[in-house]
């Protein structure tokens, strides 16, 4: 019994120390810094993997490309979340209309093809402010901080991680 409440009691003294350390690295999920220990609101653009060492000037433009993807399919992404919305409506009936649930998916799968090419521009344009040397530090998927969070480093139309809902 006494041996049973030293298992239990080093048990939460474990997870009290461990807590704090999992909930900060929870809260940064997802978003990659500029560079390490950079307080939030520094101003730098927070879109890659912290061994990449950008200067002001590349952040702002960096920061740039991204305002400017967001402002530029910010009605494209109201739209697949508008029209998914009514497809989860319609799924929903007793008896659904085919030919209806296949128009509004091709619909969707139009509006998301659009921005995939847009996202793929922004992504390009973004690439263009970087050095080949910082090119080449970037890890496989990362998408400039511009998308569907590959590798963690980006912000998109998926999952919640961004203005758009989610992804089907």
Known sequence: MVKRKIVVLMCMALMLVALP???GAYAQQGQG??????PAGDGLYQGFPPN?????????KLQDVRNAFFKDTVGLRSDIFRKEQDMDVLMLEKTIDVEKAKKLQDEI??????????????????RSVLTP????????????GIGPGGNGFGFGPDG?????????
Not at 133 to 144: D, R, T, V, W
């Open 109 to 126: 799968s139009g509006l998301q093809a659009q921005l995939a090419q847009k996202r793929l521009q922004a992504q390009l344009d973004a």
């Open 133 to 144: 040397e910082q090119i080449a530090q970037l890890p496989p998927g990362c998408n400039m």
């Open 52 to 60: 990449i060492s950008l200067t002001p000037e590349q952040s702002t």
């Open 160 to 168: 919640g991680k961004g203005a758009g809902g989610r992804r089907r």
């Open 33 to 38: 810094k500029v560079k390490r220990g950079a």
């Open 21 to 23: 350390a999992f909930d």
